[in-house]
DNA sequence: AGCGGGTGCTCATACGTATCACCAAATACG
DNA sequence: CGTATTTGGTGATACGTATGAGCACCCGCT
């Protein structure tokens, strides 16, 4: 009609030098903006006559309109993203944390700000993702214990693998973790023992110690110090700390390491020197990372469900921003599975 | 002053139940919204009073201010983000791209949105990216010519390793590569080579693939089309791939695999076929992703130099968006580097 | 005819920031 | 001393959307 809708034609989708806003959809359509918005994401009971209705969905496509995310964040007081804060990405448990979250905040119509700890603290990220205005923030591998309580106030955090108490998180069955790998290996006939962690270990290993120590004193084969090992959680660590193992005196038969990477470097360690495996030794790792299936021979490990951790704390944290109940998802640990491949095997008889 | 401004003290940083916004900052520091914009993000040129800069910097602290990113980027229409898009987070290397990208971004105040491909086509997640309204886009691993055209117009596309022409890009010397291994595995007085990739090859695996044959044509060693095996990129299709070349009645004494993970296939299924690695069969890969030097024996391969792929997009995408020269950036392709490990030796002697 | 009530839409405003135009006061200058 | 000029700040507006209040209209009822 008036040449001004004409010129708003100009180009289609892809022409315009200003991006399509909801005034040029009304105009289009010859309605107000309002109704543009009522249309396209007001609430379904708003009353508004069919045939308007597709017109403005009509004039919509047409000018390939996409809403402003930001526009509406800022009214709605919410930006239906989320943000996710790990410790490093390298990691393959991470990612797959990342990947479970993402997947689940996707199919919700959330975004993802990823931050990748690196060097800078990781409440310095909460705060920078609250600039960003997420309506929540998922913190997997931080040490929150250590992180200030007001960086976290009022941030909607759901925190992955470390139940303080002070947050709602997911977590998975950390002892049973540690209990499974030594049932395993005691059954198998092993009594010298050792468990290989980080210094600084994450309550999520701590636990995995705990339960893999307890269950070896259950059976009242208790573990010594020098076979408990403090290394680096990565394989580099586990490396490390499998030759000096190995440069014991009386070395174990047998180990369990507090993740995978760690496994990976002690079985490294072993066949460099010399050491088969699960011939001569035998090695239980923990999470159960892709590689693990991939390494000859292939890793006996316990199986932690990390992109189901991320996908549960997605869906924690979607349900806590709709206000519903949360009791259901935080309330018990994930399942462990013990994965029994081909790094484990009777312990070699002594030698006459 | 006045009992407003005390109002606005309540409980500190942590405590007030709305959010601290700059017009409390205005009241507490006894100025206008406008000067409190001016002081702690405006242009430096602006013309303030140090006594007031520093009043207005010590309420902002005092009440703990964070400017509100969405309101800020819906009036400078900049969100001061960017979105990345990968096919996959189980792909280490797209891992370490995301993570060089994610490092670089974060270093300058820009955030990272993260799209995880999956099921939906990457062409919807880009525009759902911009719908957050991103200054740009970096598309990894992205097959972009199969792309609708308009999905990326006017978007501040960066591509990772396919050099289109159409779009700015980052690349690796992916024929390179190829050449590289095959020269070493020529110099080691292999003649009998296979190569295996993918069936639906991305360009920079069709340059890999291009790189080596043409270097084994011109040592007059041409590859035969059973040497030449399909299979996807993953660890489970080089362990296909591979238990199909020893298959063949006179297998070829070493290999070229598009990528690392098809070369952890391979040597897996060397190791269960009994091949002994370098000794029997030599298998070099591409990539040099971290858990190359992992494996037992630890992998031959060429080094791509992931993280500063990814590093090199985000910087070339901020230089873009500055409206800065980038033809330096995406100008040469990034070298690669043979990485000469412990599953390459000369061949086998023939049987007598 | 008068009126209550539903329908379909618009007007105005708010969200929190940046920025341009403008202004008062202070200072410089001939 | 009168007028430029600089200094230091404010007011108003815009960004693109959502949303409550309100308005015109039509329908059915008494």
Redesign the interface.
Known sequence: MSTRSKDSDRGG??GGRRRVTGHDVAAHAGVSQSTVSLVLSGNPKARIADETRERVIESAREL?Y??????R??VQRR?F?LGIVVPE??N?FF??V??GA??VA?EAGY??????S?Q?PAAEHV???????VDGVILAGVPVETMP??AL??ANVVVVDEPTGRYPGVASDATGAGRKAAEHLLSLGHRSLAFMGPADPSYTFRMRERGFVQALREAGCAITSPLLRRAPAS?AGGDRAMAALLALEVPPTGLFCANDLMA??A??AC?AAGVRVPSEFSIVGCDDI??A????PELTTVMVPARGLGARAARLLLLTLDGRDTGALSGKPLEVEFVSRQTTAPPPRREP
Do not use: C, F, H, W
């Not at 705060?127 to 205005?133: A, D, V």
């Open positions: 989708p892809s390939g996409r809403p402003n995310l930001l526009a964040g800022l930006s993203a990405l390298d393959p990612t797959e990342v990947s993402e997947r996707g975004g993802v700000l990823l931050a990748d690196g800078i705060m920078r993702l609250r600039e960003r205005q309580d007001e106030a009022d394989v990976l470097g079985l490294k066949a892709e590689m299936r991939y390494v000859t």
